[in-house]
């Protein structure tokens, strides 16, 4: 007879009474900070449940804050905490507009919500954490580096009066140090690991049956690959005559750190050699071939020749010099032959026998099938509609490659017609590994093993919820097919490794993560723009006890004072600014609008795009000494803050002013509109603008000038003034 949880918060006969959900709980309350380590269909959530109905006894009037890293599965928790809890229940996402979001947080006990929004809504003074009596991080793996669960540790801890923090995860990662770095910025003090071996577990844990499904590659396969590895091996002869790699035995990682380092050498080399220019663009086209063979090898011709497609738009050197490659284009002409002949991949063949072999099975109701790209995902969809097949294709909100992604509304619907029966299969990307309310499936097949032992887990998780599950892993004999499948067998072991042992360490919360958890607010104010309402650098002042006050700003990205504005720059947008020609407009705008404007350059690979350093150096020089602007140089987003904070203090240390918000710019004089008609023509910067309204006097004498007369006008070579006269001449063609 089944036996269920009795409490006053939890309806009666919903939630089954297992013995180590009961511990696991009892153990959290009793320890304090925890993760929970354990297969998907553990029960996690239940755990979870079990737990805020515990603090919601205690403290009566408190919150719970269940944080979950997409929206599918934020309303996911929110069906599952509505079913099972007698409190009020509900979700936030971005979705939700702010004002409704604040109604909500106010009117609930319970609130599922992702990251980002609260972190935007707490950034913004919506609404703070001091009521939140417990924390659930989901997918707790994710908490490292700058995502929004670090800083939301953070604020919590300083804020709560009754803080509990509690992140669940199927698989934390393989590195012992990123583990580690997930517990210090959880403020972990506590792992509780669960296995399928556990005596109290085993009863409620079903066995996942992995299989392998090994193909060869075909003869045009091995043709195709063997032209790519010649043009391959010629660029890696070349970096390793330049001395960039020190063998032509290298994998894609390699070369990709290799370009990091050069891009690193050619960022703090004031003159680089030009062997490293070089280097970059056979970089680029090693990675791009490498690329080409693990599609070759692992998906098959279609893919293969929609990337070659793809390739053949891009105006690279790298792209470029590919395509003129001999042993390149040989691939390129045999691939596309192939896929008109419709020749494709052996596994493709190999998955739809599987398909309707196992369809016909009585126990087989629903199968998804992974692979690692959509233009897969459409290969396989195609197929199995010829061969008669109810399948569904599955994959992001994003759009890729011109391929435009599915809404969060398709998504659900699509799920739901798997959940009825309307499709047999469900065909997916990365998407549905986690975060996507997925229906227990009988069947998962991979149409290529990944070198991820998270995802790995997080994959074969689909399976087995409810009786036996199955995986079936499609492997290419001797390609890294092979090689993917061990590496994410090997992590696996290692994880569970270093979570044996973490499991029976104390947990160190470092010096100085929970020092600060009871400060107030800070007494200095910076305000942002609306548009900055992403950035780290707001999360990282309000860390600082900065009070950021958000508001739509004409001008700069921050304001100090009335007199001090701050625009910042990563050393992308700066050289996008540059190329696009909105840095010397914004100099100009602060210029007018703020007595004493500062630009902070963030970043430390200024020198590393495809553009000249001096072309780079000309432009601070300009901002410098042509428009008197201080740049600031800092090194990341948290450095900016720190700088901001200084320049704050400084400015508002003395009497306190109202500060003077620019939300509109100052009506433009008729010089600035004059330039910045003149700015708009191609190739024409601030300086050139000058000089040609100088010579001409009027921009309708510049505008009816020959190609002769512009050229009469210093720095207006012939290539520039032909540019000029097409825009002025030709037809608009609208």
């Known amino acids: 007879m089944v036996k269920y949880i009795k409490h006053p918060l939890i309806k009666p006969e919903k939630i089954e009474a297992r013995l180590y959900q009961q511990k696991i709980a009892a153990n959290v309350l009793k320890k304090g900070n925890s993760m929970i380590v354990a297969p998907t269909a553990l029960g996690k959530t239940v755990i979870a449940v079990l737990i805020a109905a515990e603090r919601l006894q205690e403290y009566k009037k408190s919150k719970i804050l269940i944080l979950a890293p997409s929206k599918p599965l934020t309303i996911q928790h929110e069906d599952s905490f509505r079913e099972f809890l007698t409190v009020p229940c509900t979700s936030i996402t971005g979705a939700v507009n702010p ?44 908490a490292i580096g700058s995502y929004s669960y670090v800083y939301l540790a953070s604020r919590y801890q300083k804020e709560a009066q009754n803080p509990l923090i509690l992140g669940l995860t199927a698989s934390p990662g393989f590195e012992k140090e990123k583990i580690e770095k997930v517990c210090e910025n959880l403020f972990i003090k506590e792992i509780i690991i669960k296995t399928e071996d556990d005596p109290d577990v085993s009863p409620y844990f079903n066995p996942i049956e992995i299989e392998w499904i090994k193909v060869k590659m075909g003869s045009t396969l091995k043709n195709i690959k063997k032209h790519l590895e010649k043009a391959r091996k010629h660029r890696l002869k070349m970096l390793k005559h330049l001395h960039i790699i020190p063998t032509v035995t290298v994998t894609k990682k390699d070369l990709l750190k290799a370009r990091g380092k050069v891009q690193n050498i050619i960022a703090r080399t004031t003159n680089p050699p030009k062997k490293y220019y070089m ?379 109202e500060i003077q918000i620019r939300t509109e710019k100052k009506p433009l004089t008729l010089k600035e509109r004059q330039l910045f008609v003149v700015e708009s023509l191609p190739h024409i910067g601030s300086v050139n603008a000058r000089k040609l309204l100088k010579h001409f006097k009027t921009i309708k004498d510049l505008v009816n000038a020959s190609e002769k007369e512009l050229k009469k006008v210093e720095g207006i070579g012939e290539k520039i003034a032909r540019e000029i006269r097409k825009v002025l001449d030709s037809e608009f063609e609208g």
């Open 99 to 142: 004002t409704e979001r604040v109604k909500r947080w106010k009117e609930s006990q319970i609130i599922c919500a992702t990251p980002q929004t609260v972190e935007s809504d707490i950034i913004n003074g919506r609404y703070d954490l001091k009521d939140v009596s417990l924390i659930v991080f989901d997918e707790c793996h994710h």
């Open 279 to 657: 280097g970059i663009s056979l970089l680029a086209a090693a990675i791009n071939i490498e690329h080409a063979i693990e599609l070759l090898e692992t998906q098959g011709i279609s893919t293969l020749h929609q990337y070659f497609l793809r390739l053949q738009k891009k105006s690279t050197r790298a792209a470029k010099s590919l395509i003129a490659d001999s042993n390149f284009s040989r691939a390129m002409i045999e691939t596309r032959r192939a896929y008109k002949r419709g020749i494709e991949h052996p596994k493709l063949d190999k998955l739809m026998k599987i398909l309707k072999k196992e369809l016909k099975k009585e126990d087989i109701k629903r199968i998804i099938v992974f692979t690692q790209f959509r233009d897969t995902v459409e290969q396989i969809y195609k197929k199995c509609k010829e061969e008669n097949i109810k399948a569904a294709k599955f994959y992001g909100q994003g759009t890729r490659t011109g391929t435009k992604g599915l809404t969060q509304k398709e998504q659900k619907e699509i799920i739901k017609a798997f959940r009825i029966g309307k499709y047999d299969i469900l065909i997916s990307t990365s998407v549905a590994e986690e975060g996507m309310d997925i229906p227990a499936v009988d069947l998962v097949i991979l149409y290529e093993p990944v070198p991820s032992e998270i995802r790995m887990i997080q994959r074969r998780g689909r399976t087995g919820r409810k009786k036996m599950g199955r995986m079936m892993v499609m492997i290419t004999e001797k390609t890294r097919d092979e090689a993917y499948y061990w590496s994410s067998i090997h992590k696996e072991n290692k994880m569970k490794k270093h979570l044996q042992k973490a499991k029976n360490m104390k947990i160190e919360i470092k010096s100085g993560a929970a020092e600060h958890q009871k400060t107030m607010q800070g007494e200095y104010v910076v305000y942002a723009d609306s548009r900055e309402v992403n950035s780290r650098v707001l999360r990282e002042l309000t860390r600082m006890d900065v009070k950021v006050i958000i508001k739509p700003m004409a001008v700069a990205d921050y304001q100090v004072s009335d007199e001090v504005a701050i625009e910042r720059k990563t050393t992308q947008d700066f050289i996008n600014s540059l190329i696009d020609k909105r840095l010397y407009k914004q100099a100009r705008e602060l210029v007018k609008e703020f007595k004493k404007p500062i630009m902070i350059l963030e970043g430390e690979d200024l020198y590393s795009a495809f553009i000249n350093p001096n072309a780079i150096r000309g432009a601070i020089a300009s901002i410098a000494v042509d428009f008197g602007i201080p740049i600031i140089p800092t090194r990341s987003p948290e450095d900016t803050a720190a700088m901001i904070k200084r320049i704050a203090v400084r400015e508002q240390s003395e009497e306190k002013v």
